[in-house]
């Protein structure tokens, strides 16, 4: 078997090319299953590595590199996604098995696309593929197999690790089928794009929303990796897109009531796509310091770098021929959604340019520049608050002018943010002006979004809209936390935010991989009473790689985490870092929220709705279709909730 996985690559490859060549000569369904053939090679390398590192075959470089014979069996299985070429054929395999199913659904439903669809598909299983047979070999051999491989790092062995990657990937990838959609759009001039494209934005943006709130997770509670969120390169990465992508859905809701023709749209689900492209061109070239890219490959690079180039060219060309109609004036709440669309894009924008600029300089001075969080938490701050105003008065507005009486009674709810304010100004210690606002403005977006929920109760997406103020709040009361390290002999204690930490001992604890361990012992006392005893713990692997593990107390008001830095005189002596972050806690239920907003969105209604949503949305020629037809209804929340959706409704 030693030859078939390189053989099933080379099978995958072929089939993306051949799903080009297909396509391009308007041969639907022999491109559909020529993407089967490349999904099937994909998988069968797929499942050949996989059974590599679970069972340690040290003849293959990447075994060696990625795994070992003391790392339990799903770590092993981790190592698919821990490194270049493992990493590259599961993305690949993932984004034929998006091409297969995404491709199928749109031959059935919106036919005049599917040509151009597939050849987009294919076009990228050919880069990626390409990839994989020439340049990152995952079956690549050792001339002398290897005992024992070198394993994880020691910081991936977490839980996290066995979901984290798989969905940000999946995520990622899974903005491939809508930037397919957008460019069959412009070049055929046909508006059926845009429902298929909002439904599989949809659930690409769960899997990356569920992905980012894991990783962000996993590094909170690895308080060596700088909190849950450090601005890293590659975080910024995922956030780009997933901006794009939130922005691509609101742009959506005003594009149905133009019938779909929306060059703007179309824009930011190209936008997201390249996002995501940047993002991977990012973590395989080498190009960025970053903690979680994977080592330097220039021919990776160069190749990734120029399939982005020519997107963004073709990209830029289709839309600047694909010229916008003439504005049609909606309402207040068209408005709303542009001011929405420019936050985000101006979001995208600065941090953008913050994570390239150091890309940009080492490549024109040579020089290596660090663009630290200060300049993402200054810039980012005003668009955050104004964004907050926007997402809690917007979806009050409606699509027609509205009284001033009555715009006054739907407002009125806000007032619970000025409630907010003045209990987040008593509770923080430093009162952080801004940190305040935050809170009140989050507070107040709110209590509107839960009272336009209630007239309206069977939507979906305000669970989404509420999941993103109280994440924001929680962001901005971690800001005023307090970070402190000292050093401790037994009986010394260390105050922070009126929280008291003694260290109690230090004593060996049990360590992986044949490595070193030590445990500290700290009582935690608030106001001198005691509450609870942490054990943070300090690893050092055989590799000399340093772990900490923290400990964390977390209240719905505060979580107080300590972390074991280093051990000294035989465990006379610890460094701890002690943090104190103030509504911790909301970043999590908030992003949880918003997977689960988001995931209630794409629910499926009915059978009867759903067949006159699809007549109404594919253009079928029942007579009950054309009637649905006739009244223009491109909602893709009609189809997700079974509404109506008459122009003259509610948004």
Not at 40 to 52: D, F, I, Q
Not at 94 to 118: E, F, I, K, N, S
Not at 613 to 628: E, L
Request: charged share 10%; glycine share 12%; proline share 6%.
């Amino acid at each position: 078997m030693n030859g078939l996985g390189p053989a099933a690559l080379v099978v995958a490859f072929a089939g993306g090319g051949a799903t080009v060549a297909l396509a391009l000569r308007g041969r639907t369904a022999g491109a559909g299953r020529a993407a089967g053939v490349a999904l099937a090679g994909l998988s069968v390398a797929l499942v050949l590595l996989a059974k590599a590192l679970v069972n340690v075959d040290g003849s293959l470089v990447y075994v060696a590199n990625h795994t070992s014979r003391a790392t339990s069996w799903p770590y092993r299985l981790a190592g698919l996604w821990g490194g270049m070429a493992g990493s590259l054929l599961l993305w690949t395999w993932m984004a034929a098995a998006w091409a297969v199913v995404a491709g199928a659904v749109v031959r059935r439903r919106v036919p005049a696309l599917a040509a151009t669809t597939y050849a987009v598909f294919g076009a990228y299983l050919v880069v990626f593929g390409g990839l994989l047979v020439l340049v990152s070999r995952p079956f690549e051999r050792l001339a002398i197999p290897a005992i024992d491989g070198g394993g994880l790092n020691p910081v991936l062995l977490h839980p996290a690790m066995l979901y984290h990657p798989p969905m940000l990937y999946a995520g990622a990838v899974g903005l491939l089928v809508p930037f397919a959609l957008a460019v069959a759009g412009l070049v055929r001039r046909d508006p059926a794009w845009l429902a298929p494209a909002v439904r599989s934005t949809g659930v690409s943006l769960v899997l990356l929303s569920a992905g980012l709130v894991a990783g962000a997770h996993w590094a909170y509670v690895e308080l060596g990796w700088g909190g849950y969120w450090a601005w890293d390169p590659v975080e910024n990465g995922g956030l780009l897109p997933w901006l794009a992508g939130v922005a691509f859905l609101h742009a959506a809701v005003v594009a149905r009531r133009r019938s779909g023709s929306s060059p703007v749209a179309a824009g930011l689900a190209v936008s997201a796509f390249v996002l995501g492209l940047l993002g991977s061109f990012l973590t395989r070239s080498g190009a960025s310091a970053s903690v979680h890219a994977f080592a330097e490959a220039r021919a990776v690079g160069r190749v990734l770098g120029t399939a982005l180039a020519v997107v963004v060219v073709v990209a830029v060309v289709l839309l600047v021929r694909r010229r916008a109609g003439p504005a049609t004036h909606i309402g207040p709440a068209q408005g709303a959604v542009a001011a929405n669309n420019l936050l985000l894009a101006g979001l995208v924008l600065v941090i953008g340019f913050g994570t390239l600029f150091p890309v940009i300089t080492r490549w024109l001075t040579g020089d290596r520049v660090v663009v630290t969080g200060r300049y993402f938490a200054l810039v980012t701050a005003p668009l955050v608050v104004a964004l907050l105003a926007v997402l809690g008065v917007g979806p009050r507005l409606g699509w027609q002018a509205t009284p001033a009486p009555e715009l006054a009674r739907r407002l009125r709810p806000a007032a619970a943010g000025l409630v907010a304010a003045a209990v987040a100004g008593a509770w923080f210690v430093e009162r952080r002006p801004l940190a305040v606002l935050t809170v009140g403005l989050a507070a107040g977006a709110a209590a509107l979004t839960v009272a336009e929920w209630r007239r309206r109760p069977r939507a979906r997406w305000p669970l989404a809209h509420l999941g993103v103020t109280v994440l924001l709040a929680g962001v901005a009361g971690t800001t005023t936390g307090a970070h402190v390290t000292a050093p401790l002999a037994p009986g010394q204690s260390v105050e922070v935010r009126g929280w008291a930490l003694q260290l109690l001992d230090v004593v060996p604890a049990a360590a992986l991989d044949g490595g070193r361990a030590a445990q500290a012992n700290l009582a935690l006392r608030r106001h001198g009473d005691p509450v609870a005893t942490l054990r943070p713990v300090a690893l050092v692997s055989d590799t000399g790689q340093r772990v900490s593990v923290a400990a964390l107390r977390s209240t719905p008001l505060a979580d107080v985490q300590v972390a074991l830095r280093s051990v000294g005189d035989g465990g006379a002596t610890a460094v701890v870092e002690v943090g104190v972050a103030p509504l911790m806690q909301l970043v999590w239920w908030g992003g949880l929220l918003v997977v689960a907003g988001l995931a209630l969105s794409l629910r499926r209604p009915g059978p009867a709705q759903l067949t006159a949503a699809f007549g109404c949305i594919f253009g079928r020629d029942s007579d009950r279709d054309r009637q649905f037809h006739d009244q223009k209804c491109t909602e893709p929340e009609f189809w997700r909730t079974g509404e109506s959706c008459p122009r003259d409704n509610g948004p």
